[in-house]
């Protein structure tokens, strides 16, 4: 069995995502006295309630794809390493804190992205990245749920990736031919702020950020790895960044690839087609946001 997108595009284990959701998060609806943006935007809120959601952003990312297939308002408490989205919306780390700010909180529709019917709202990709994930994971279930772990994950990867793709990428239209260990498709701004990359600029802009990395040895991975660390990715040559809406990735030769979606690792059927659905969903965010970092 499997839970998929459209054409079943995507697919992982019912029992999986199940899985996830009753060991790492807790779900529950709930009528919110969350009212409209100071800026009045969202107009008189409807009475209809919101779906809450508390774990990390593989968790998050779930539960938020089942809020807005539903229709209904989302809600999300941070219990994550790295909590991307609620660190971006200024919700408070602490889940006492978090829990009080969406009861008095205020709605306010954010951008999501989209790979063959599967919603990611942080990024997506394949190659070197997801792989550094799986290893990310592992390490943690060993050594424990630290950043540092987190660190010394990404350096046994990249030292030990090789695996080039020859694609054909579309970016709205326009199609390029390039070689890369990986291709990263980002929405989260605060994301590449900390890596110090200018493809924040796609993202303040309603667009996803398209990231190629060109192939090296493992010794030019692990300095890029190092700078990415020590936030000073915005010069690097050994970077290609687009904007896009919409983007396909055509892989010649293979009929799958597996992608990681917000951390969270599907089988997507090829092409992969990947577009940005603007202000699509709708989140209960602090009246009083606390400062992104």
């Not at 999986?16 to 807790?26: H, L, S, T, W, Y």
């Not at 550094?132 to 540092?148: D, M, S, T």
């Amino acid at each position: 069995a499997g839970v998929a997108g459209p054409g079943g595009a995507c697919r992982r284990s019912v029992a999986q995502g199940a899985a996830e959701v009753d060991r790492r998060a807790g779900a529950v609806l709930a009528q919110s006295s969350a009212g409209p943006a100071p800026d009045g935007t969202s107009g008189e809120p409807p009475p209809r309630p919101v779906l809450v959601a508390a774990g990390g952003d593989g968790t998050i990312n779930l539960l938020a794809g089942l809020a807005l297939e539903a229709g209904v308002t989302f809600g999300l408490i941070p219990l994550g390493t790295f909590n991307y989205l609620a660190r971006d919306l200024g919700i408070p780390l602490g889940p006492r804190a978090a829990a009080a700010a969406l009861a008095t909180g205020v709605r306010r529709r954010i951008h999501v992205g989209r790979v063959n019917g599967h919603v990611f709202l942080n990024n997506a990709s394949f190659g070197l990245y997801r792989q550094l994930l799986e290893e990310r994971e592992a390490f943690k279930q060993r050594f424990g749920r630290y950043r540092i772990v987190a660190a010394l994950a990404a350096l046994v990867t990249v030292a030990r990736f090789s695996k080039v793709y020859t694609l054909r990428l579309d970016v709205d239209g326009s199609p390029a031919a390039i070689r890369t260990p990986m291709l990263f498709f980002g929405l989260n701004s605060l994301q590449f702020e900390n890596l110090g990359m200018d493809a924040a600029r796609c993202t303040r802009a309603g667009m996803m950020a398209v990231v190629s990395l060109q192939p090296g040895g493992r010794w030019a991975l692990l300095k890029l790895a190092l700078r990415g660390a020590l936030h000073r990715l915005r010069d690097s040559a050994d970077l290609r960044t687009y904007c896009a809406l919409e983007a396909q990735v055509l892989l010649p030769g293979r009929r799958r690839m597996r992608v990681a979606v917000d951390g969270e690792s599907v089988e997507c059927r090829l092409p992969l087609r990947f577009e940005v659905l603007r202000e699509a969903l709708e989140v209960v965010v602090p009246r009083e946001p606390e400062e992104r970092r």
